[in-house]
């Protein structure tokens, strides 16, 4: 009995961690991410922190094949989950910024992957690819969070943040991962506002991106269906 238990159990692990059960992370820890913004504990920020170190494990297994690239995305994982650790007992502007700078890059190096391998041709169009779209969307804007992040640490006043943010640490995280969010999707509600010239330019590009996104990219996955569908042999037309 236990040992069906502990084979249930690696099989649970191994599909969280493979690529098709990636995106069961990215909906937790962007639950988690709306949890954090709106409860302000220790032991709910405690739990994000949680989800972000599962949630980068999983991104290095699902990255590349390649071992170089794993080892490289390997290191900025360890240093991005040892720096978020830290930053609840030792929130120094340093250990903030270098941790935020670590997780900034490898969520670039994870999006221009799920990119790749949800956009190329060579495979046909699943319910797991279509879920990968909804993810890489996901990944943009979470990635666009810690942008602004660090972008609030190495230009300090860039934003124009509520009045009970402004010395508050431990919810500016949340703060700009809900701003990328509020900017992707357009809606501008004004309650965070980029002043800086640098910090306005990042919301813009991320803003047409939000808008082209699903015109292109999206609308590609439709033409590689129907391009699959009509190379396919002896399927019926719809």
């Given at each position: 009995?236990?040992?069906a238990a502990?084979d ?19 909906v ?13 504990s220790?032991?709910v ?6 989800f972000?170190?599962?949630?980068l494990?999983?991104?290095v ?25 830290l ?12 941790g ?8 670039i190096f994870?999006?221009?992957?799920g990119?790749?391998?949800?956009f ?15 993810a890489?969307?996901?990944l943009?804007g ?17 934003f ?21 969010f ?12 980029p ?7 990042f919301a813009?590009i991320?803003?047409?991106?939000g808008?082209?996104y ?6 590609r996955?439709v033409s590689?269906?129907?391009t699959g ?10």
């Amino acid at each position: 009995m236990s040992s069906a238990a502990g084979d249930m159990i690696r099989r649970f692990f191994s599909y969280c961690l493979g690529q098709q059960g990636l995106w069961i992370f990215l909906v937790l820890l962007f639950v988690t991410q709306l949890v954090g913004s709106t409860i302000d504990s220790a032991p709910v920020r405690l739990l994000t922190s949680l989800f972000l170190s599962l949630f980068l494990i999983a991104g290095v297994i699902n990255l590349s094949p390649r071992p170089t690239i794993r080892i490289l995305a390997g290191l900025l994982v360890v240093a991005a989950i040892v720096l978020r650790m830290l930053r609840h007992v030792l929130p120094t502007p340093g250990i903030i910024g270098w941790g935020l700078a670590a997780a900034l890059l490898f969520m670039i190096f994870l999006t221009v992957a799920g990119i790749d391998r949800v956009f190329r041709d060579d495979r046909p169009v699943t319910v797991n690819r279509v879920i990968g779209a909804v993810a890489v969307y996901l990944l943009f804007g979470l990635t666009w969070g810690y942008l602004y992040g660090l972008i609030d640490q190495l230009l300090p006043g860039a934003f124009n943040l509520p009045a009970h943010e402004e010395f508050a640490d431990s919810g500016r995280s949340e703060s700009f991962t809900y701003f990328s969010f509020i900017t992707l999707t357009t809606l501008g509600y004004g309650d965070i506002t980029p002043v800086h010239p640098v910090a306005r330019m990042f919301a813009v590009i991320q803003a047409l991106f939000g808008q082209l996104y699903p015109a292109t990219l999206l609308a590609r996955l439709v033409s590689l269906e129907m391009t699959g569908r009509q190379s396919a042999p002896g399927e019926p037309r719809k």
